[in-house]
């Protein structure tokens, strides 16, 4: 560029007619050194800028990759959370049944202490007659039922010997009347 801009005075001063002074190039050998001292300072600040730039993408890639963990963690903690309600929805229908069967079971509990509390037992010789008085009374239906079953077997006996008796007597008419 410099090279460049330095052709194109030199094209001018040579249309202008003037011709070059050693003060030109003086001139132009200080800007050029003012440019270059520009141009290394820009470098400079250039490089900087970088290494900050660089110090920074460090920095944020740490920050996008602790980004990364801190939602992993907590789509672990939002599936947690979700299995927990699910199963306190299962421990509350749980916690209903129990409900139902533990009034249930009080209720049963309240009749049988207030049976035991009404309820009279006998004396225990009272219960020993019972007992002697139930044996006896098994023995005597035993005893009843057997002579049902052989009042029965002679009522049937009886009634087969009517029939036959009664259709030997048809027969008998039914002859003489032939």
Known sequence: MLIRKAKQQLAQRKELGELLHAVDFEKLSIENQDYAKMLEEKNLYVIDM???????????????????????????VKSEIITKQDQIKELNIEQRIVDVKVKRLNKKLQNLLSFMDNHIAPDILEFVHIQVE????????????????????????YRKQTQIKKKSRMDEEARQRQ
């Open 134 to 157: 139930c044996e006896e009374l098994d023995k005597t239906y035993k005893l009843l039922q057997r002579r049902r079953n052989i009042e029965k077997i002679i009522f049937e006996e």
């Open 50 to 76: 970088k290494r900050i730039a660089g110090y920074y993408h460090l920095k944020l890639t740490q920050h996008k990759q602790k980004l990364g963990d801190l939602l992993r963690k907590l789509n672990e």
